[in-house]
């Protein structure tokens, strides 16, 4: 079965010395690089956020980064400003093998609301697009890697698994933000899903 590997948000602001680090973000871009020549498409997804966004504490007077809100789509955890369009925080890892993607998709440049999933932002109505390139391409199997498991890689594997897709994260290339017990709860979360760890 033709299968895409989808590296999720290998971005400059979530490696180390961005602006939302994950630890040991840059570990995994090698192994991302070694992944790519194994799968029929490589799609990568880009975060891209307008500096006045609703997801950044910034834009909530006295909030405090990590803490959540209440926004009309459910609980949103507020984010240090990050991936702000154009800035360089928002450009790939400088060592990723972008030229050998597909296609980008970016996500969360609506100011109004958030979007951890590849497929779909936080009102999970509003669709990126992503499940239907994958359709008409029959890409019917989804490998997932990048950053950060507990969020966009975890939103975007189970979306991919209820909307039918065979559905894998390769762990090694991931790494997780781990807010709270995220980490722990995602897994869970995948597992119950249907999507397979590997």
Request: hydrophobic share 45%; net charge negative; with cysteine.
């Amino acid at each position: 079965m033709p299968t895409a590997l989808i590296v999720i948000d290998a971005q400059v602001d979530f490696c180390p010395g961005g602006r939302l680090a994950v630890a040991g973000g840059d570990e995994i871009i090698a192994p991302i690089n070694d992944l790519m020549a194994d799968y029929d498409a490589v799609i990568l997804t880009q975060d891209w956020h307008p500096a006045d966004h609703s997801s950044f504490a910034d834009s909530h007077p006295g909030a405090e980064p990590f803490s959540t809100v209440q926004m009309d789509y459910g609980p949103q955890v507020l984010w240090p400003q990050h991936c702000v369009i154009g800035s360089p925080g928002a450009g790939f890892h400088p060592a990723l093998a972008v030229d050998v993607a597909d296609v980008v998709i970016r996500k969360g440049f609506r100011p109004e609301i958030d979007s951890y999933s590849a497929f779909f932002e936080n009102d999970h109505q509003t669709r990126t697009g992503l499940e239907g390139y994958l359709r008409e391409r029959g890409l019917m199997r989804v490998d997932f890697v990048g950053l950060a498991l507990d969020f966009c890689v975890a939103w975007s594997a189970i979306d991919a698994a209820r909307l039918g897709f065979t559905t894998r994260v390769i762990e090694d290339a991931t790494r997780a933000i781990d807010l709270n017990g995220s980490r722990a709860a995602a897994r869970e979360a995948m597992r119950a899903a249907g999507v397979t760890l590997t």
